[in-house]
């Protein structure tokens, strides 16, 4: 048997992961060891860490998936998990596939927010049923001197999507967006978004336990679906473009669908020794 941990390297539009397959479900995946290995200069850098993972050897999978299903066990850089990765996903069922680990372009993958449908086509690319799109309550957010009117949407995740004027390219979100801690006590993804017209748009993302990052999947749907709210809509279709490539939102009145890209670019064995001491 071959040393070391195996591990794949991917992104969906440059929103970069470690996927890391364990089918036992075997591996200690540590707060400290995700920091290790999304750290950009001591490890293999990435926005987050996947673990292909059978359903039924995590405890906490049970609400959110199937038997039978491969699980998506995902974490956040700074360790913390999340309940779900629209960008990670598409990665996670591209390495399904082509690892034979499903029969068929089309099956079902758990997540800790609800079992997800996705369907890889010949392209590489991967759609996936995101489940409903809930509009919260109006709240803002702060950027240096700025403040910014968003709107609370949940897509398995929180986000706080701002449908702005200014230009998303000025913006610096190099320090995290000051957030009303009450209406997000667990921490919320903050979208900035330009309508450029009605069926495309331009979106930055500061993801919670992340940072800015080149894209967020869950975050899409967010922006399409406040900048429809902006225009007195509940559904409707878009691209959405972000400084990592460009992605398709649908939102019906039961659901949405994400499809884009999904690139694997590397896979390898962590070394047993910097394992064991990340």
């Known amino acids: 048997m071959e040393a070391g941990i195996e591990f794949l390297k991917g992104h969906g539009t440059e929103n970069d992961f470690v996927l890391l397959p364990d089918p036992a479900g075997e591996l200690e995946l540590t707060e400290s060891r995700v920091r290790a290995l999304c750290d950009r200069h001591r490890g293999l850098g990435a926005d987050g860490v996947l673990r292909a993972v059978p359903a039924a050897a995590i405890p906490d999978a049970a609400a959110g998936s199937a038997p039978g299903e491969w699980f998506m066990d995902y974490r956040n850089a700074d360790g913390s998990l999340a309940e779900m990765c629209g960008n990670g996903i598409r990665v996670f069922a591209r390495y399904l596939l082509e690892a034979g680990l499903v029969s068929g372009q089309e099956f079902r993958v758990g997540s800790r927010s609800g079992s997800r449908s996705v369907r890889v086509h010949d392209d590489g690319a991967v759609a996936v049923a995101m489940g409903p799109v809930t509009l919260g309550c109006p709240s803002t957010v702060t950027t240096g001197a700025a403040t910014f009117d968003g709107l609370a949407v949940d897509v398995g995740n929180p986000h706080l999507a701002c449908v702005t004027a200014l230009p998303v390219e000025q913006l610096d979100l190099t320090v995290a967006p000051g957030h009303d801690a009450a209406a997000f006590p667990h921490g919320v993804n903050v979208e900035f978004v330009n309508v450029l017209s009605p069926d495309r748009v331009r979106m930055r993302v500061h993801e919670r336990g992340v940072g800015e990052t080149r894209s967020c999947g869950t975050g899409t749907v967010a922006a399409v679906a406040a900048a429809l709210h902006a225009a007195g809509q509940h559904t409707g279709a878009a691209d959405v473009e972000v400084p990592g ?25 962590l070394d047993s020794q910097w394992w064991q001491q990340a």
């Open 245 to 269: 490539g460009r992605v398709h939102v649908v939102i019906t009145a039961d659901g949405s669908t994400l499809t884009g890209p999904a690139v694997l670019v590397a896979r390898g064995r």
